[in-house]
């Protein structure tokens, strides 16, 4: 099957600072990304919707200033947690969809803000 | 709007026994449905789909699942659990084919010997 990476596998930064997540599709061309959060013990929530070239579409509530999506190629998208706070502490997970394909998931960051 | 509800956020089956997962959906277009299983700590792995043809689906891992439209279920199906099959367990739906996917709230396996 189709294989999705993501980078890092976990990180833990202070808060106020950046960090950028990185979701790759190895094995085939991804003209959708999506990227979600998961909260412990609880279900995935659609973050965001990127298409290869054009402007992420973002869920209702998701602060798109806060979470800068940039989907640069058709096998390379990055969330960026911009300062990043305890809150927004969690278990981040992209997928990746090909054409007329399933989404394929990647195995998550998990990001802690100390 | 498209909508999954997963009766039971806990199951407990011995090692052997069939394991049954429940999900109810709804959609105000024909569904695609998906399970997808997550082990701790990494993403989600798809066990199996219904996409409109055969509505008995058959996954990886001995899983299948069953399309029933009269009662908008796609309820999961084991005939006999293995410990490895510990994990949680999503459902989704999918309304206009492999795009936006809606999950259920999860369902926790647990496996005893």
């Known amino acids: 099957g189709a294989v999705v990476s993501q980078h890092p596998s976990r990180v833990i930064c202070k808060s106020g600072t950046s960090v950028k997540i990185e979701c790759r599709s190895l094995d085939f061309q991804a003209t959708t990304m999506f990227w979600y959060r998961q909260f412990p013990k609880q279900s995935l929530m659609l973050m965001a919707t990127?298409?290869?070239?054009?402007?992420?579409?973002?869920e209702q509530g998701v602060e798109k200033d806060k979470f800068l999506i940039n989907h640069a190629s058709l096998t390379l998208s990055t969330l960026t947690v911009t300062s990043a706070h305890p809150e927004d502490s969690s278990f981040y997970i992209c997928?990746?969809?090909?054409?007329?394909?399933?989404?394929?998931f990647g195995p998550g960051t998990r990001l802690l803000v100390l | 709007a498209q909508s999954v509800t997963q009766l039971g956020s806990h199951v407990s089956v011995s090692e052997g026994a069939l394991v049954l997962l429940r999900c109810n959906y709804s959609?105000?277009?024909?569904?695609?449905l998906f399970w997808y299983v997550q082990y701790p700590n990494q993403g989600l792995q798809l066990l199996l789909k219904y996409t409109s043809a055969a509505t008995l689906v058959k996954g990886i891992n001995g899983f299948e699942a069953e399309f029933k439209k009269s009662e908008t279920s796609f309820h999961l199906t084991k005939p006999s659990a293995h410990m490895s099959d510990a994990a949680e367990y999503f459902c989704?739906?999918?309304?206009?084919?492999?795009?936006?996917?809606?999950f259920g709230k999860g369902t926790m396996l647990l496996v005893s010997p």
């Open positions: 989704a739906v999918s309304e206009g084919g492999y795009s936006t996917l809606t």
């Open positions: 997928s990746a969809l090909a054409v007329k394909e399933t989404q394929y």
């Open positions: 990127s298409n290869e070239g054009s402007k992420a579409t973002y």
């Open positions: 959609s105000s277009v024909p569904p695609y």
